[in-house]
């Protein structure tokens, strides 16, 4: 039984914690500390330890787009089948590669908006965007100063929207996550994503409340015209699973201030709230801390 099915960003829940005490608390354990003391400070029902599963896609992303074929169950691959998957993977990889490229620059302009990053003066003047946007996103408070973790996260989320794969697998695990008995489902990041389509799949074979945190959907169009199912009309669909949608982001996160506001996108119905954290790429904790996500938790459990 999981009456709370979390679903993190991309790697894995919390890959940083604070201190030196919380780096020998097993990750999933410090998520399932956090949600419960979120509940109980609304005077919310706490779940049990073993009601609250912590999911991770890191083997997923791991592996590589284009790595050469394996031997399954220790038999040859032949060299004509290994050599079409290669030329197969070719496209996907460009595609991924341009695709977080995009990513990058609308993240940093939404990072200039709520002044994460400054706009040198001789390129405000020419209205020029940078020609390393990881670089300059990697100055800002939310990559903790390095561009290699915003291009990580840039080619995480382009990848789930471009590798059917692996998209497919992190879908299928959320779903078999996801019992008749779940009450609430916590998505952070591109793991709210990864959440959003598998309730979409699920249909009305749950009936949950849905918590998106700092969500992939809000963000730039490039992620909202590649949802599945697709938008129709402009208008997300909203998963016959989902009986209620709380959906929070942090004022300081620029992938999801592009659109915090999901109602936008989604129609009325999902309650929005921007909450003034300082929010870090990867950390769920902070969202978690929040009264506001809290609220969301004892309301979905009550």
């Keep these: 039984m999981a009456l709370v099915v979390v679903v993190p960003d991309s790697g894995g829940p919390d890959p940083r914690p604070a201190d030196a005490e919380a780096r020998r608390t097993d990750p999933a354990q410090r998520v399932i500390s956090a949600l419960s003391s979120s509940v109980r400070a609304m005077r919310g029902p706490v779940p049990r330890r073993e009601d609250v599963t912590v999911l991770a896609f890191a083997d997923l992303f791991a592996r590589s787009a284009d790595e050469e074929p394996g031997q399954p169950d220790g038999l040859a691959v032949d060299a004509a089948v290994a050599e079409k998957e290669r030329a197969e ?19 940093w302009l939404s990072a200039t908006r709520i002044g994460q990053c400054e706009i040198p003066a001789e390129r405000r003047r020419q209205e020029a965007e940078p020609a390393d946007p990881a670089g300059e996103l990697g100055s800002s408070v939310y990559f903790r100063g390095s561009a290699e973790l915003a291009a990580a996260e840039a080619r995480a989320l382009s990848r789930y929207l471009t590798d059917l ?10 779903q078999s996550a996801i019992q008749p008995d779940t009450r609430v489902v916590v998505g952070h990041g591109l793991g709210a994503l990864i959440a959003y389509e598998a309730l979409c799949v699920l249909g009305d074979a749950a009936s949950v409340t849905f918590i998106s945190l700092g969500a992939a959907m809000c963000g730039p169009d490039q992620v909202f015209e590649r949802l599945e199912p697709a938008p129709r009309n402009e208008q997300g669909y909203w998963p016959a699973s989902v009986r209620r949608w709380f959906n929070v982001v942090a ?21 929005d709230e ?26 979905g459990l009550s």
Excluded: N
């Excluded at 794969?165 to 695990?173: F, N, P, Q, V, Y």
């Excluded at 996160?253 to 129609?267: E, H, K, N, S, V």
């Design 251 to 271: 004022h300081s996160d620029p992938t999801a201030m592009i659109a915090p506001q999901l109602t936008a996108r989604f129609g009325p119905g999902i309650e």
């Design 165 to 174: 794969k692996l998209r497919h697998e992190a879908r299928d695990r959320t």
């Design 89 to 107: 993977a070719e496209p996907l990889i460009g595609w991924t590669e341009e695709l977080a490229d995009e990513l990058l620059r609308a993240w």
């Design 274 to 299: 921007v909450i003034e954290i300082r929010s870090s790429c990867g950390e769920l904790s902070p969202y978690l801390s929040d009264r506001a996500t809290g609220r969301a938790l004892a309301t």
